[in-house]
């Protein structure tokens, strides 16, 4: 039978860029995902496998949901247990949120850049799009009217945005979202992935009813190669999400790891705070660089402009400092910019080795942008 015989999958599925196998050379210094510099500790990785050895592997988690997190998630931030949905990562979410509200047709508001999974999920539901544009001259801001009018005007399913921004970096007020929360006729997705890097809590808003957090363990808990994410909302709103998450989301190791994680949270606040003057350090000395601009940040990465075509900057990164940097071509508002995940020192340092070649070669002028 020919393909266009058996036409089952749905348009919005079929426009999405297909998904390629990508090699990754670890000789490289990969820059370009925002993972943590430091990996979970060893001795906390060792009590993960002592507590999995004396665990049943033969064993569906009991009840279907990994509930221990659950009571561990509501505690720490003083929340009903009703109130936590866990998933397999934060993305996974995302699909859960999009898969239980949109149909086809159904709009979602968003600024733009911001974390591209929203633009492609939404896609996939066949949903229409309507973007905010966020400016450099205004150092990426939230549009907070501009969000709202445009909400408001289309009766929007959803607005989604990222807090702090990504790939911005930069950190939106707790009242600007609460005033966006409060003009939105449905439901404001917030994605804080990077909070506990700018010492946000967000909690506060959901006492709203239409509010869902989403965060992550990938990012300040080292832990992205475990997928491990979770959303907090009102308990109604929950309940629904838990209709369409998958049945076991997490297996036990990832159960097990992230409690390992919660318990020993002061040890990854070093990891931050070793990240966070890692970030500044970065930051500076790219800034005194020409033609440079950088865009405050409160995740784990900087954002970097350049004033002139960056490709041969990123072509000497790679081939003579073995670095990988996100390129930003996929974002049409982020001219000539790249992203910078912070690294250990001695990655950073050779990243600020990369630019001052590349940018005293070519003998850059002074940013105008």
Known sequence: M?????????SGVKAASPI??????EALHRLQWNESPEDFPADLKEEVLQRLAVLPWSRYPVGGRPWLLIDALAAHFKLAPEQVVVSEGSADLIKAIMAATLRPGDVVVMPAPTFLLYRQNARLHEAALVKIPLTAENGYALPVTELAAAAQESQARLVVLCAPNNP?????????????????????VIDEAYAEFCD???TGLLELGNVILLRTFSKFYAMAGVRVGYALTSPALAAELQKVITVFPLSTFSEVAALVALKHRDRFLAIRDRVVDERERLAAAL???PGVRIFPSGANFVLVQLSRPKAELLHHLHHQHRLLISD????????NCVRISVGAPVQNDRVIQGFSETLQATALAPSTI
């Open 2 to 10: 020919q393909q266009d015989e058996f036409d089952v999958i749905r």
């Open 20 to 25: 390629g196998r990508s090699l990754v050379n």
């Open 168 to 188: 911005t970096g930069t950190v939106y007020a707790e009242s600007d979202l609460r005033r966006l929360a409060q003009a939105t006729p449905g439901l404001l």
């Open 200 to 202: 946000q809590d967000l």
């Open 287 to 289: 800034a005194a660089l």
């Open 328 to 335: 930003m071509a996929a974002y049409p508002e982020l001219v």
